[in-house]
């Protein structure tokens, strides 16, 4: 190997490892968004039922559409059924996981402050902070809320920290007593 074909070679060599830092350093963080900002930028809010969910790929990346069924409204104009869409899945053998982004399971019941334009499926607002899953008591019939960013970290600007924190186990009808007076404001 000559001269120059060693260090085409090694330039070569320099640019692969600095994009494969690159690609490993890309990462996904989230602001915390406090319960008051999630009622309030959101354009609805609603507890749902989830029927289906199905993947797809589009330009490169797979994404999963989710079908709800609207049990309650509690802000914005929705429809019967709604569509959530969200960034990952599983098409065909590949798997696409994003941090924080939701996925539901068909029978599964949450809230979800969603966000979007007519015509067009919603999103959910701060992914895992937009997010609560409705668990029952088998026992009691109870029901319980909890954000699913309880269980990850997120970014606090105002600490510049990642902390845990959010709604953990909270009565449904705490919940709902918390969500009216916030839309209410």
Request: hydrophobic content about 40%; overall charge positive.
């Amino acid at each position: 190997m000559s001269y120059l074909q060693r260090r085409r070679f090694l330039w070569a060599v320099l640019l692969a490892g600095i994009l494969l830092i690159a690609l490993v350093a890309n990462a996904t963080t989230l602001v915390k968004l406090r319960f008051e900002e999630l009622a309030q930028e959101s354009t609805a809010v609603a507890r749902l039922r989830c029927l289906s969910a199905e993947s797809h790929w589009e330009k490169g990346e797979i994404w999963t559409e989710t079908r709800f069924e609207v049990l309650e409204r509690n802000k914005g104009l929705l429809p019967g059924i709604v569509t959530v869409r969200v960034l990952g899945g599983i098409a065909g053998p590949l798997h696409s996981h994003v941090d924080g982004v939701p996925a539901f399971r068909p029978g599964e019941e949450v809230y979800l402050f969603l966000w979007g334009t007519p015509g067009e499926p919603y999103r959910v607002l701060g992914w895992s902070q937009g997010t609560f899953r409705i668990r029952r008591d088998t026992q009691n019939s109870a029901e319980t809320v909890t954000q699913d960013s309880a269980e990850k970290p997120v970014f606090d600007p105002q600490t510049r920290e990642f902390l845990r924190s959010g709604i953990r186990n909270m009565p449904v009808a705490v919940f709902q007593e918390k969500l009216r007076k916030e839309l209410a404001k």
